[in-house]
Antibody
Framework: EVQLVESGGGLVQPGRSLRLSCAASGFTFDDYAMHWVRQAPGKGLEWVSGISWNSGSIGYADSVKGRFTISRDNAKNSLYLQMNSLRAEDTALYYC?????????????WGQGTLVTVSS | SYVLTQPPSVSVAPGQTARITCGGNNIGSKSVHWYQQKPGQAPVLVVYDDSDRPSGIPERFSGSNSGNTATLTISRVEAGDEADYYCQVWDSSSDHPNVVFGGGTKLTVL
């Protein structure tokens, strides 16, 4: 059974940093790209970042480019998101998602999310 | 950047057919994926590559995509189908390929 478990969320002041983690199990982690998707309270889904199976290809949404860094450790079956210079508008539930690729990425499994609240 | 437009809400009576649209420039040239999200839960993929269903998703869920509009169709709607639905594409047309979600449609079962 595929499981994705996010952790590392919490309350943080504007301008500070936070590192999210996603522990994966139930599939061959290093065969798949992984992504982060967030959802602000009461709002829709917003793609944040994605990383290929070997970390050779990485992408970011314009809203987080230069502030967030995605990474993975295939030996630990883990995905990470380093978030720096956090802003109030980064407040959201952050989901880790396993990606499948045919003619484009889709997300076939999602974690339950970890909540990040940016507030003074 | 590529934009996907969904109606904010759709209402349908039980047993009827719900159609949720997703508009985008020449979206018919892209693969469209659809997610269902119930309150307090993570999204679930219900249709991928325009019209394919993951295992475990009822045949009542189907999709189509042509021109500037993709459509998620839910036949014989049940109370349990009440949820938010999001379309999604992979936009490889820009210098920086990225994932794009529609704004979401709240399906209300009357």
């Amino acid at each position: 059974e595929v499981q994705l478990v996010e952790s590392g969320g919490g309350l943080v002041q504007p301008g500070r940093s936070l590192r999210l983690s996603c522990a994966a199990s139930g599939f061959t982690f290093d065969d798949y790209a992984m992504h982060w998707v967030r959802q602000a309270p009461g709002k829709g889904l917003e793609w944040v970042s994605g990383i290929s199976w070997n970390s050779g290809s990485i992408g970011y949404a314009d809203s987080v480019k230069g502030r967030f860094t995605i990474s993975r450790d295939n030996a630990k079956n883990s995905l990470y998101l380093q978030m720096n210079s956090l802003r109030a508008e980064d407040t959201a539930l952050y989901y880790c998602a396993k990606a499948e690729f045919s003619s484009g990425f889709r997300f076939d499994y999602w974690g339950q999310g970890t909540l990040v609240t940016v507030s003074s | 950047s590529y934009v996907l437009t969904q109606p904010p809400s759709v209402s349908v009576a039980p047993g009827q057919t719900a159609r949720i649209t997703c508009g985008g420039n020449n979206i018919g040239s892209k693969s469209v994926h659809w997610y269902q999200q119930k309150p307090g839960q993570a999204p679930v993929l219900v249709v991928y590559d325009d019209s394919d269903r993951p295992s475990g998703i009822p045949e009542r869920f189907s999709g189509s995509n042509s021109g500037n509009t993709a459509t998620l169709t839910i036949s014989r709607v049940e109370a349990g189908d009440e949820a938010d639905y999001y379309c999604q594409v992979w936009d490889s047309s820009s210098d920086h390929p990225n994932v794009v979600f529609g704004g979401g449609t709240k399906l209300t079962v009357l």
